[in-house]
């Protein structure tokens, strides 16, 4: 069984920065995309940025100031968020693409919250 598990959410003040992580767990025999999602309350779920392979993209809205990296060996992603805007409050979700037991699925974290107020 496969599990992705975020942190790093919280409050921050406009202009503010913060580090998400998400780690996949369990039986993977490889990752093909790790991205990044965020759902802000009465929004649909919006694609943040993504990496796979030597491809990463990011939403208009964010280029700039997120930046998104993988860390293969411990099959972990990392979305850094600096000059937070109070737009950016949402919950952030973590999605994979993971092979594992020769089925190939695509996987959500539980999600983290980021809020940027003063």
């Known amino acids: 069984q496969v599990q992705l598990v975020e942190s790093g959410g919280g409050l921050v003040q406009p202009g503010g920065s913060l580090r998400l992580s998400c780690g996949a767990s369990?039986?993977?025999?490889?990752?093909?995309?790790m991205a990044w999602y965020r759902q802000a309350p009465g929004k649909q779920r919006e694609l943040v940025a993504s990496?796979?392979?030597?491809?990463?993209s990011y939403q208009d809205s964010v280029k700039g100031r997120f930046t998104i990296s993988r860390d293969h060996a411990k099959n972990t992603v990392y979305l850094q968020m600096n000059s937070l805007k109070p737009e950016d409050t949402a919950v952030y979700y973590c999605n994979a693409g993971i092979w594992s037991s020769g089925v190939y699925r695509n996987y959500w974290g539980q999600g983290t919250q980021v809020t940027v107020s003063s």
């Open positions: 990496a796979s392979g030597g491809s990463i």
């Open positions: 369990g039986s993977i025999f490889a990752i093909n995309v």
